[in-house]
């Protein structure tokens, strides 16, 4: 069983920046794949970005260049920086855990960018 809590998520204006970070607990967190996904109001849930056990990512191409999704396994911890925010990636950002069969998410922590 794996816990995830996110952070770090709120409002900010169109052009800034945020970070949010994902803490996991409950089992071996460097085995696991990790990942972002959002939500927006009537809108499918899509991935935003992932990181595997060995460090290699993938983007959506909507946010490539803009967001880096990096991991700390010394902490349990990953996280997704999110550079040059635009209205459209305003949504609930979910983490996300996959190991095998194995799949967790967290609680979801709401970004919204606005003037």
């Known amino acids: 069983q794996v816990h995830l809590v996110e952070s770090g998520g709120g409002l900010v204006q169109p052009g800034g920046s945020l970070r949010l970070s994902c803490a996991a607990s409950g089992s071996i967190f460097s085995i696991y794949a990790m990942g972002w996904y959002r939500q927006a109001p009537g809108k499918q849930r899509e991935l935003v970005a992932r990181i595997t056990s060995g460090g290699s990512t993938n983007y959506a191409d909507s946010v490539k260049g803009r967001f880096t999704i990096s991991r700390e396994n010394a902490k349990n911890t990953v996280y997704l920086q999110m550079n040059s925010l635009k209205p459209e990636d305003t949504a609930v950002y979910y983490c996300?855990?996959?190991?095998?069969?194995?799949?967790?998410w967290g609680q979801g922590s709401q970004v919204t960018v606005s003037s």
């Open positions: 996300h855990s996959s190991w095998r069969e194995y799949v967790y």
